[in-house]
């Protein structure tokens, strides 16, 4: 009862925060919604925006994996428009995770630390962050819990196996899972041939999954990811630190006093988890017959780590661009606060009266703080409306330029999907050099299609600025406002006179 209450608790709370004019609306955002629209409408998995060159106005899916546009696909295939259809997945996702987590917690550590495990997660600012907005988390973090669940509760590999790989398709840094389940099947005892098969059975679904999508989007013409040391790490490891103290020193505003608040939380909360995780070493060896409590602990403490490293090994050889973030973070966050809920229950009973007062004084104190932080989070998200779906985007005059006076023109800019979110149009992205054959090309391709050139007001991360392609390409100014522009081939038609600055 008592998880079904905190997991409607969630379920109602994201659909409150999510209320007109929400969900948030990332950048990400536009390929999840664009590839289940496209399922539906076309049949293939494809997001409203292409390379500049491309006869194409859309590409195949491949930056980010299927599983979250395949969802999503299901609702707007009986009627549901996409960021509604998006919103309830990750309202009934939230209910899964809260429940989830209060569920296995209170069946290893007691009703109260069930209880304490959901409070936890609502309290957080990573979680809510992460149901405020149309992402992949939710559902990530739902299928994650369910892997923990079932490595804590089956002994049958292929059930977290599965789940396992349910949570990487629809999220890649998920995929460190399926190593965890691999090492955790492998881990279990008996003879090594034993050994050996329960882990292919646990891994067996990830990788027959993922290697039908890198199949898939080998031949369709999807990114594949490619391998090599990136640099800029000061900034990144920088980030990380400054996330973590968020986190576990919320609410603080001396940046040296939450680092050494963050500190000492992690000292604590490391000591208790060891000291659980490690208690009573000459019971009967791991597996089936091991506490359910330490099997538990154990199994998040493996698929956290696995995620940790995954996470940072993709930072480090994978993409330079991947943020420590709250979100990034959010299943590492979620997987320590479950464990830590469980060593807390199973270890108070045996603390005295002044040690368990300390530590409702420090639980409480800390759950005081995250509520404010995720409370001034929330507030500061929602006025107004978050991303593409705030105020300032949905009524810009470059916004209602583009939907009245664009007509049929393609539309190429330096961010694709800013042009997707104001007009519901796909649109192409612009050269990454000024050299003569690329302009040549552009120019040529910008006159054949028609097309009109914006200016979004984001720094590039690749490409050249709209404004120099148009001062090369001597395009005409056909409009002009505080958030962009917009410029035409001096053949594309009669010439507008720029609206007022």
């Known amino acids: 009862m008592v998880a079904v209450l905190l997991g409607a608790a969630a379920c109602y709370g994201v659909l409150a925060i999510t209320e007109p004019p929400g969900p948030g609306l990332d950048p990400d955002t536009m390929s999840y919604l664009g590839a289940a629209e496209s399922l539906v409408h076309h049949g293939s998995l494809r997001i409203p925006s292409a390379h500049w060159l491309s006869d194409d106005s859309t590409e195949a899916l491949g930056h980010f994996p299927p599983g979250y546009p395949l969802i999503i696909a299901v609702p707007v295939a009986l009627g549901a428009p996409a960021v509604q259809a998006a919103r309830g997945i990750e309202a009934a996702a939230a209910f899964v995770t809260v429940a989830l987590a209060v569920w296995l917690v209170g069946a290893v550590a007691g009703t109260a630390a069930?209880?304490?495990?959901g409070v936890l997660l609502l309290v957080s600012p990573s979680f809510a962050f992460d149901h405020w907005q149309i992402i992949s988390e939710p559902l990530c973090l739902a299928l994650l819990l369910a892997t923990l669940a079932l490595v804590t509760r089956s002994s049958k590999p292929w059930t977290y196996g599965l789940t396992a790989a349910a949570?990487?398709?629809?999220?890649?840094?998920?995929?460190?899972?399926?190593?965890?389940?691999?090492?955790?099947?492998?881990?279990?005892?008996?003879?090594?041939?034993?050994?050996?098969?329960?882990?292919?059975?646990?891994?067996?679904?990830s990788v027959i999954v993922q290697t039908a999508w890198t199949i898939r989007s080998a031949l369709e013409g999807g990114e594949v990811r490619k391998f090599g040391l990136r640099g800029n790490l000061a900034a990144t490891f920088h980030e990380l630190a400054g996330t973590l103290g968020g986190w576990l020193a919320p609410a603080v505003p001396r940046p040296s006093l939450q680092a050494a608040l963050a500190l000492a939380v992690a000292a604590l909360g490391g000591l208790l988890l060891v000291s659980q995780a490690?208690?009573?070493?000459?019971?009967?060896?791991a597996g089936a017959s091991a506490p359910v409590r330490r099997r538990m602990l154990a199994a998040a403490a493996l698929l956290a780590s696995c995620y940790a490293a995954f996470v940072i090994f993709s930072r480090l050889f994978v993409d330079e661009t991947i943020p420590f973030d709250v979100r990034i973070l959010s299943p590492f966050i979620v997987l320590v606060e479950v464990a830590v809920a469980a060593a807390l229950g199973g270890a108070?009973?045996?603390w005295g009266a002044p040690a368990r007062a300390a530590a409702?004084?420090?639980?409480?104190?800390?759950?005081?703080?995250?509520?404010?932080?995720?409370?001034?989070?929330?507030?500061d998200a929602l006025d107004g409306g978050w991303g593409y779906a705030s105020d300032d985007w949905r009524a810009s005059r470059l916004a209602e330029w583009l939907r009245t006076e664009a007509g049929t023109r393609a539309i190429f800019s330096n961010n694709t999907a800013t042009a997707w979110?104001?007009?519901?149009?796909?649109?192409?992205?612009?050269?990454?050099?000024?050299?003569?054959?690329?302009?040549?090309?552009?120019?040529?391709?910008?006159?054949?299609?028609?097309?009109v050139l914006v200016r979004f007001p984001f720094d590039l991360e690749e490409g050249v600025a709209p404004d120099s392609l148009a001062k090369r390409l001597g395009?005409?100014?056909?409009?002009?406002?505080?958030?962009?522009?917009?410029?035409?081939?001096?053949?594309?038609?009669?010439?507008?006179?720029?609206?007022?600055?």
């Open 114 to 117: 069930g209880a304490l495990a």
């Open 167 to 205: 949570a990487g398709i629809v999220r890649y840094a998920a995929v460190a899972s399926t190593g965890a389940v691999a090492l955790w099947a492998f881990g279990l005892g008996g003879t090594r041939r034993a050994r050996l098969h329960r882990a292919v059975v646990a891994a067996a679904p």
């Open 278 to 285: 490690t208690a009573r070493p000459a019971e009967a060896e």
């Open 348 to 350: 108070a009973p045996g």
């Open 360 to 379: 409702g004084v420090a639980v409480l104190a800390w759950l005081a703080a995250s509520a404010v932080a995720t409370a001034g989070a929330v507030r």
């Open 421 to 451: 979110f104001l007009t519901h149009r796909p649109s192409r992205d612009v050269p990454q050099t000024l050299a003569a054959d690329s302009l040549a090309e552009f120019g040529r391709a910008l006159r054949a299609r028609h097309g």
């Open 475 to 501: 395009l005409i100014e056909m409009a002009r406002f505080p958030d962009g522009a917009v410029w035409g081939p001096p053949r594309a038609g009669p010439s507008r006179r720029p609206p007022p600055r």
